[in-house]
């Protein structure tokens, strides 16, 4: 079996991915507006040789008919959170090899500030940083609050994709990647080296210089998790990396070889693409314990949480159903994949699954060797690249995994012991190059010459 990645899945507020466990005696989480928090989490990771730490984002709240329910205020629900990429600027100065991997949207951000802010951390970071690229499945209340049109699902992959051309023209077409002289006898950069970019889009557009010279990795490793058909085909021809969501071998298998048939149809390697799915585990001396541990994780939350998380994804107010229809009947513009996934159930079986982990990863809960026997599982039989590691609470998962599930793999020699480069690209994809390969379609962005050369 192949070598696996391993990154430790994280956001920047108290609770996390539609599940309250704040109330957890044992759940740090509550501390995520302290740096200490995060200093001390990114520390555990790079310790134990995970190769990143990931901040996912949201724009937006929970809305049921107009209003944001009362609980989410109570419970820490949907906000506040702290801008993921102001935490991974800090935890660059806590950690040297880590991997800080955020999810930016492009239905918020505007392509030239963000070009310069993602340069930036690439920079300072030497080349640590990936970047999740979401079209905001929570769309409908994160277009109120920037005062922006509403786009519609696919509209919005069509978006991104317009999104993607401008930030490619700015981190690989403006600067070369020894533009930057600083010869203080000579010059301090190579004039025939910086090009004006010219972009005009459907979307977005732009005329001039790039702000940041070609930072380490050119262009930050590119993440993706998009899941409905548009989502996919976006994946298979910009992301490097891809997320899917816990599953078992047959749903995950199924996953995989879409992707792959995606980046195949982009002209790329089927392996160009790593897929990494969530993995959540409770982890107990004996199965028994284990399962007594995640009942109190169970307890520790409000079923009230479940109506407004998953509004809050869909736009979709289940209590508003009767519990035996069928979820086949409902449609979104929101996060179509978190209906699509509970296809065959009801609107009552989905509050249930949605009350024990949200739109997280069911955890495998068992003994160390049981959890690793799944992984290797999952790994082998679905064609994964790695996980992406969701706690159930904080540290004490990362912890559990590390000191008692992460052994076993190193024994069973399908987790390293090192981390193999410098870069994040060099190490998640295995290429022994920092930057993008020739295929991907941000390299025909490149100055003539480059492409030429390469
Ligand atoms: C592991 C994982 C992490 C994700 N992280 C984020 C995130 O940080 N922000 C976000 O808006 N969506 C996130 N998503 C959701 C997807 O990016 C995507 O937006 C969602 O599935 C809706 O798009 P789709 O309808 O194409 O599937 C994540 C999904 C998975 C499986």
Not at 129 to 140: C, H, P, Q
Not at 356 to 374: L, M, N, S, Y
Not at 438 to 446: L, N, Q, T, V
């Amino acid at each position: 079996m192949r070598r696996l990645r391993f990154g430790l899945f994280e956001n920047a507020q108290a609770n996390d991915s539609g599940t309250a466990t704040w109330r957890h005696p044992d759940n740090q989480r509550v501390r995520f507006d302290e740096l200490a928090y995060w200093r001390d989490l990114a520390r555990l990771c790079e310790d134990a040789r995970l190769d990143f730490l990931f901040l996912a984002d949201a724009w937006g709240w929970a809305d049921v008919n107009g209003e944001r329910p009362e609980i989410c205020s109570v419970e820490g629900l949907d906000l506040p959170r702290l801008d993921p990429a102001v935490v991974a600027a800090a935890l660059m100065s806590q950690t040297e090899q880590l991997g800080l991997v955020m999810t930016g949207s492009i239905l918020t951000e505007q392509p030239y500030a963000f070009a310069r802010r993602m340069a930036s951390l690439d920079q300072l970071s030497g080349g640590r940083i990936g970047w999740n690229v979401v079209t905001t499945g929570t769309a409908e209340t994160a277009v109120q609050a920037f005062g922006v049109p509403m786009v519609a699902h696919d509209e919005r992959y069509r978006m991104a994709d317009d999104f993607m051309e401008l930030v490619y023209k700015l981190w690989e077409g403006a600067w070369e990647p020894d533009a930057l002289v600083k010869d203080k006898a000579g010059v301090f950069a190579d004039p025939s080296k910086v090009h004006r970019i010219a972009h005009e889009g459907p979307y977005f557009r732009s005329h001039g210089y790039g702000n940041t010279a070609y930072s380490p990795q050119g262009t930050p490793v590119l993440f993706q998790a998009g899941a409905s058909p548009a989502g996919r085909a976006f994946g298979g021809k910009h992301g490097e990396c891809m997320f899917i969501g816990a599953g078992s071998v047959a749903q995950l298998a199924e996953h995989t070889r879409a992707i792959r048939a995606e980046a195949v149809a982009s002209g790329r390697p089927a392996d160009a693409v790593k897929i990494m799915s969530a993995f959540a585990c409770v982890v107990g001396k004996t199965t028994t314990d284990a399962q007594r541990k995640y009942q109190r994780v169970l307890d520790a939350q409000s079923p009230e949480v479940a109506v407004a998380s998953y509004a809050w994804f869909t736009g979709l107010d289940l209590s508003s159903y009767e519990p035996d229809t069928p979820m086949t009947e409902l449609h979104t513009e929101l996060s179509q994949t978190q209906v699509a996934r509970f296809a065959g159930l009801t609107v009552g079986d989905v509050l249930k699954d949605w009350h024990a982990h949200g739109v997280g990863a069911k955890p495998v809960v068992g003994t160390p060797e049981e959890i690793a026997d799944r992984m290797c599982e999952l790994a082998e039989g679905a064609d994964l690249d790695g996980f992406l590691l969701s706690p159930v609470i904080q540290p004490g998962s990362t912890q559990d995994f590390v000191e008692h599930v992460l052994p076993i793999l190193r024994e069973r020699g399908v987790a390293g012991t090192e981390y193999e480069g410098a870069t994040l690209r060099e190490r998640l994809l295995g290429t022994g190059s920092a930057t993008l390969p020739a295929e991907h379609p941000a390299a025909a962005h490149r100055p003539a010459a480059l492409r030429r050369a390469a």
